[in-house]
């Protein structure tokens, strides 16, 4: 069961350098540059199709107009399929809440201990669901850790 694991592992891997981020979101370059290449064929394609059809049947000022439309409904349909087809890579891993993963989230992100725990003091509700959620005593502990 190890070396499965261990494939499956070194298989990310080799995945990971197909992968690029665009604005913050992780996808396969392949399937973006077989997107862009669809949207753009079939955006391209209904504007000249509509010129070609809409002068038979539409006024010649609104040819142009008509033409312009059915592209951005090809794009939307484009937008729909890909979307079906091209699943998202993200790889989400939900880690508990410690003071130790706080702690580090707080460095990573250059924020101030006392700052954050004034707000939340201050804001009844944010520190309500805070309570709730478990986080406030793993943010007192973390406090408490560093000497404060």
């Not at 399937?31 to 539409?58: E, T």
Request: with cysteine; proline share 2%.
């Amino acid at each position: 069961m190890a070396n499965h694991f261990d494939q499956n592992k070194g298989s990310r891997a080799e995945h990971k350098n197909n992968f690029i981020e665009i604005l913050g979101d992780t996808v396969s370059g392949n399937q973006l540059i077989i997107s862009i290449i669809l949207s753009v064929s079939v955006s391209l394609g209904g504007y000249k199709l509509g010129q070609w059809f809409f002068p038979r049947v539409a006024d010649e000022g609104m040819v142009n107009s008509y033409s312009l439309l059915l592209g951005i409904t090809g794009t939307i349909i484009i937008l729909i399929v890909c979307s079906i087809f091209f699943k998202p890579k993200r790889i989400l891993i939900e880690d508990e809440i410690s003071s130790e993963n706080m702690l580090e989230v707080f460095k990573d992100l250059q924020l101030d201990y006392a700052e954050e725990l004034r707000l939340i003091e201050e804001d009844p509700m944010t520190k309500k669901e805070l309570e709730e959620l478990g986080v406030l005593s793993n943010f007192n502990k973390m406090g408490k850790g560093d000497g404060k």
